[in-house]
Structure formats: structure tokens, C-alpha cells
């Protein structure tokens, strides 16, 4: 059964620095494709990237850069010179045909 | 351009009363839609999706259902709310075009 996985439940780091919340997940499709969400306090979903599973080029976006490793069934996400307007939850999820399945989300705070 | 609309934002209901949340959407036509619920410090569960008028299936059994009477309309439902069911829900379009997400509604059940 396909699965997405967020180890790391809460993570806290000092502002300006860098962090690296993982995401591992289990599926025999071959096609499908990978995101990451943020959800601030707010509660809406804020759309981060989105990568299919034939593309494993790595993508940076400003303080964003995402790694997707196929062999090892992962899809990272590190953010660089952390803010504290970084703080939300950080779902990464999983699609496949009428499938959408979130991981169970990693909480980040961001300290001053 | 695509749209969700959700509503109510927030709700604040008694134990035992019904409910009836809406989404719609704009900018699309026969959308696959979808339900989730985040329970307060949880991940998002899949409720429902529905891949067209009158096709429900649901992925967790309980005391809510949903109904779409209309190719861009899904409404979700309860004849009589628990203290469970308050969280935060979600409705979203997920299809070719790429994935929308609707600004959500606060269930508060009391």
C-alpha cells in the first residue's frame, strides 16, 4: 500500500539556521508524483513544489531546494537560513491516479 | 482560473446536532474532489473523494457522509455530530490540471 512517511514530528532550530525536514514513502507505481505543503497557523495549505516520479533532478527555489532520491524512495526538503516566518507545518504527500495521501506532517519552529 | 470555495470557515456546533459543510469549485469541469480532516495537532485523513455527480467512496467509516449532488458541488454531512468529529476540514480538487485546496472550515464541536 502506498505510504508517506515524516519521521521527524517537531523540529525547533535557531533562526539562520539550516534544516532538513525528511520524507520517505512506499509505493510499486511507477508513476506519481511528490509534494510538499506548508500549513501556517492560519490553516490553509500553501503549495510548495510538486515533482513527478521520472524527474530526480534536484530543485532550489531561493531558501527552498528539494532532493528526490528514487533509490531510496525519499523527497527532502532543507530550508536555508531558516526565519521564523518559516514556523508552520510542513506536509510532504503523494499522489497516484485518484490517490492524495499526506504524511503525517513535521512541525517546525524557528526560533529568534 | 481555478477555484475552491468552502463554507462555512468556522463552526461552533453541539454534541448531537447535524452539520453540513460545502465546497465548490470553479474552472473545471468533472473534478475528482476530495474531503480531509486534520484533528487538532494530526495529519490530514482522507474522508471521502468522489470522481463524479452521485460517486462517493469513503475511506474511513463513521458517522459522516457526502454527497455530490452536482458535477462541481460536495457537500459533507453528519445527522448528529461528536466530539470527534471537531478538526479542520478540507476540501480539494485534485485532477489533471494539478491540486487546489479550499481555505478550509473549523469545526468546533462542543
Known amino acids: 500500500a502506498q505510504k508517506v512517511t515524516q519521521a521527524q514530528t517537531e523540529i525547533s532550530v535557531v533562526e539562520k539556521e539550516d534544516v532538513t525536514l525528511d520524507c520517505v514513502y512506499e509505493t510499486r507505481d511507477t508513476t506519481y508524483y511528490l509534494f510538499w505543503y506548508k500549513q501556517p497557523p492560519s490553516g490553509e495549505l500553501v503549495f510548495l513544489i510538486r515533482r513527478n516520479s521520472f524527474d530526480e533532478q534536484n530543485e532550489i527555489s531561493g531558501r527552498y531546494s528539494w532532493n528526490f532520491q528514487k533509490s531510496t524512495s525519499s523527497f527532502n526538503f532543507t530550508i536555508t537560513a531558516s526565519q521564523v516566518v518559516d514556523s508552520a507545518v510542513y506536509f510532504c504527500?503523494?499522489?497516484?491516479?485518484?490517490?492524495?495521501?499526506f504524511g503525517p506532517g513535521t512541525r517546525l519552529s524557528v526560533l529568534p | 482560473s481555478q477555484t475552491i470555495h468552502q463554507w462555512p470557515a468556522t463552526l461552533v456546533q453541539p454534541v448531537g446536532s447535524p452539520l453540513s459543510l460545502e465546497c465548490t469549485v470553479e474552472?473545471?469541469?468533472?473534478?475528482?474532489l476530495y474531503w480531509y480532516r486534520q484533528a487538532a495537532g494530526r495529519g490530514l485523513q482522507l474522508l471521502f473523494y468522489s470522481v463524479g455527480i452521485g460517486q462517493i467512496s469513503s475511506e474511513v467509516p463513521q458517522n459522516l457522509s457526502a454527497s455530490r449532488p452536482q458535477d462541481r458541488q460536495f457537500i459533507l454531512s453528519s445527522k448528529k455530530l461528536l466530539l470527534s468529529d471537531s478538526g479542520f476540514y478540507l476540501c480539494a480538487w485534485i485532477g489533471q490540471g494539478g491540486e487546489y485546496f479550499g481555505p478550509g472550515t473549523r469545526l468546533t464541536v462542543l
Open positions: 474552472g473545471t469541469s468533472n473534478p475528482n
Open positions: 504527500a503523494f499522489s497516484y491516479g485518484q490517490n492524495f495521501v
